[in-house]
Structure formats: C-alpha cells, structure tokens
C-alpha cells in the first residue's frame, strides 16, 4: 500500500503537462511500439519547471504497452534515479477504437549511445575525454583502450546493479537502449519498455516477441515454466523476493551487458552481422565463450587478435570476467553488483565514479 500512497504523493507535487504543452522535434527513433522526438515546451511554465530550453525533452508517443513503460519510469525515478534518463511525466493521450495511444517525456540526455560512438573507427577514443576528461596520461594502445572500455562498462553495471537492487530486470540491455548523459557525464540506460518489475509483478509474465534477439540471452523467457504467475496488472501485492532468487531473471540482463562488452573489445562484432553470426557461433559451441574463443583464435584477423589481447590485460581477469557473464545457464551469471566487486573493477572504473559524483 505505501508504496503506491507515496507514489501517488510524489506524483501529486510535480509539474504535470498535457498534450498542448509541446512542440515535437526531430525524430530520434521508431520501434513498433512507438515513435521518439525530441521535444520543447511550448509556453513558459513556471520556475518549478527547469526543461524550459528548445530541445530539452524526449517525447515518445506509445501504443498500450506505454502503461507499462510509464509505471517502470514512476517506479525507477523513485527508486534508483541515477540509473536511468530522467523521467519527466507520462500521460494517456488518446484512446479510440485503433487503441491507446500514451505520451512519455524524459529530459534530452544528450545525443550519441553506444552504438553510435561503436559506429566510428574512432572508438573508443570518441568517448574517452567525455568519461574520463581531458588530459591522458597514456599513450593511444591497448592499456588506454582498456581503461575507457572498463569505465564505460562499470557505468553500465553500476545502473544495472541499481535497476536490479530494486527488482527491475530490463530484459532489452543492448547499446541502443543506453544513452550518453551529457549532464552526468556517464551512461545511463533507457527505454524500459520490456522491463518487468518482480516485486508487484508489472509486465511479468514475459512478452518475448519485445526482446531484440541479437542481445537476449539463451533462455530467452525470464522466468522458468515452474514459477508461478504473477498478477500482470498493478496490484500491490509483493511478490516474495525467493522467486527473483529462484531462477535469477536480473542475469538475462548480464548475459546482454557481457555481448555488449564482448563488441567494445572486437570490432568485427559491431556490426548486424557481425553480431549475428557471433550468436550462430556461441550457439554452434552451446554457448561456451572459451570454445567460442578457440574456434575463432585460430583463423583471426589481426582486430580479433588485438581483441582478445585487450581483454587478456591484467593476467586475464578482464577475460574472466566475461565469460562469467556470457554463461549459457543463468544461475552461473555473476551478478552486477559481483561484477563491480572484482578486481578487474577496482580500480580505475569505479574511482572515476566516486569522483563524479
Ligand atoms: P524505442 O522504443 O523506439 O526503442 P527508445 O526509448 O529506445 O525507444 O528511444 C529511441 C532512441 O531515442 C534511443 O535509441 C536514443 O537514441 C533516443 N533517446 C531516447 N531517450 C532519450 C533521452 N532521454 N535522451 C536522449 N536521447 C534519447
Ligand atoms: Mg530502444
């Protein structure tokens, strides 16, 4: 019950807005379930408001998933803000005989995700001063390359670990799905569209043809056919926290996060068909990324080669660590809050964090 009495306080004292209020801009991005602009305030509101610059604001008009999704950002706003694009309001636009149609807004975070700065030769180096500052003391090699990758996937781990500690699994981890915020200067995650919260059970009962293929992990579903269903409706009942123990659905977003990392390192994995024929391989080796390695070392190109030598940096920890993420069965996934306790993270990574904030 409290849960939703406060959520109903806080929601109570913020701004609210209508459609009239804005003004679209340009198109950042179409799905199936929804169109994105960015987005401006119309008219001044008040001083309570701060997004009052031409641009400030994400708009993403959704179809009746958007309930969901608005209940996932109400709920990660209050719970673990940081991991996530800022939530400004959601709201149900229309709804006629076609279905519903709701309006979501976020604060503009800033323009590139990781798969934008992944599409340039340049990466990683395209994001080095903006996570790390300016002067480095490195000079451009694998130890440096090392460091902006192991900073960008400590910022990842650090949201996803605040998303899971609050019993959000996102189950869409993929680089499109994370943003740069120019603000913060970190990533952070977005689009919480397929997430599920295992707590009240909102959107538990997965809805696979959601999941992007090319991220998702084996078991695909995030529940074993053994757990009972939850209510897929807001209803505050809370689930007992054994069954996310149960069957370890956070790690679905592990397996996602150990592809992306595994991209940052290979460049030949960046690309769609890369990928593709990257999970055609993990498949063809029942998802055994050393066997993966082994079938691959033997025929690389000189990037794979530098590839797998960066990830060997640190006597292989680094390597280690990956493969505790990309691991067929869930329950041999480490954990992100795991992940940011080994020593691979803790250094660099995780001091940049402290400092920031
Ligand atoms: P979709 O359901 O279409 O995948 P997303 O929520 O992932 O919608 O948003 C689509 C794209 O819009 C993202 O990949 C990103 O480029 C951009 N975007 C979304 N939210 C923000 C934000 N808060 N700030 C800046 N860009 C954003
Ligand atoms: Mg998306």
Same mark, same amino acid.
């Given at each position: 019950?409290? +849960? ?15 459609? /009239?209020?804005?003004? *679209? ?32 604001? &994400? ?5 009746? !998933? ?5 209940? +996932? ?8 803000? $940081? ?13 006629? $005989? ?6 979501? %807004?976020? @604060? ?6 990781? !798969?934008?700065?992944? #599409? ?32 960008? +996937? ?17 189950? /869409?981890?993929?680089? #499109? ?27 538990? %009962? ?10 998702? =992990? ?11 269903? =939850?209510?897929?409706?807001? &209803? ?8 996310? #123990?149960?069957?370890?659905?956070? @790690?679905?977003? %592990?397996?996602?996060?150990?592809? %992306? ?18 999970? @055609? ?9 050393? =066997? ?11 990037? *794979? ?20 993420? &990309? ?31």
């Amino acid at each position: 019950f409290d +849960m939703f009495f406060l959520a109903f306080v806080e929601r109570l004292f913020r701004p609210t807005f209508k459609k /009239d209020d804005f003004v *679209l801009g340009k198109k950042l991005g179409e799905g199936a379930f929804g169109v994105v602009y960015r987005a401006s305030l119309t008219k001044k509101p008040s001083s309570k408001v701060p997004y009052q610059k031409e641009g400030d604001l &994400v708009l993403k008009k959704a179809t009746e !998933y958007g309930a969901v999704e608005i209940w +996932m950002n109400e709920r990660v706003r209050r719970a673990c803000a $940081n991991s996530c694009a800022v939530f400004v309001y959601g709201f149900l636009e229309s709804s006629s $005989n076609k279905g519903a149609e709701y309006w979501l %807004i976020w @604060r503009y975070e800033g323009e590139a995700t990781p !798969y934008d700065f992944m #599409q340039s030769k340049e990466f990683p180096y395209n994001v080095e001063t903006m996570i790390l500052g300016e002067a480095q003391d490195l000079p451009k090699g694998l130890e440096r390359d090392n460091r902006i990758i192991q900073t960008i +996937m400590t910022q990842l781990l650090f949201a996803l670990d605040g998303l899971h500690s609050t019993g959000t699994v996102h189950r /869409d981890i993929k680089p #499109q799905n994370i943003i740069f915020s120019e603000g913060s200067r970190t990533f952070k995650i977005i689009d919480l569209g397929a997430a599920a919260d295992l707590r009240v059970g909102i959107n538990y %009962i997965p809805k696979e043809f959601l999941l992007d293929p090319r991220y998702a =992990a084996p078991e695909q579903y995030i529940m074993s056919t053994q757990t009972p269903s =939850a209510p897929s409706a807001p &209803v505050a009942t809370t689930l007992s926290p054994v069954l996310w #123990q149960m069957n370890l659905p956070d @790690r679905f977003d %592990i397996y996602s996060a150990g592809l %992306i990392f595994l991209q940052m390192a290979l460049p030949g994995l960046r690309s769609d068909s890369g990928l593709i024929q990257l999970n @055609r391989h993990l498949k063809q080796c029942d998802y055994d990324l050393i =066997a993966w390695r082994k079938s691959v070392e033997t025929r690389a190109s000189s990037d *794979l080669r530098r590839g797998f030598e960066l990830l060997d940096l640190d006597g292989g920890i680094e390597w280690e660590l990956l493969t505790l993420m &990309v691991q067929y069965k869930a329950g041999q996934r480490i954990s992100a809050k795991r992940c940011l306790a080994h020593p691979h993270f803790d250094r660099e990574g995780l001091l940049v964090l402290s400092l920031m904030q």
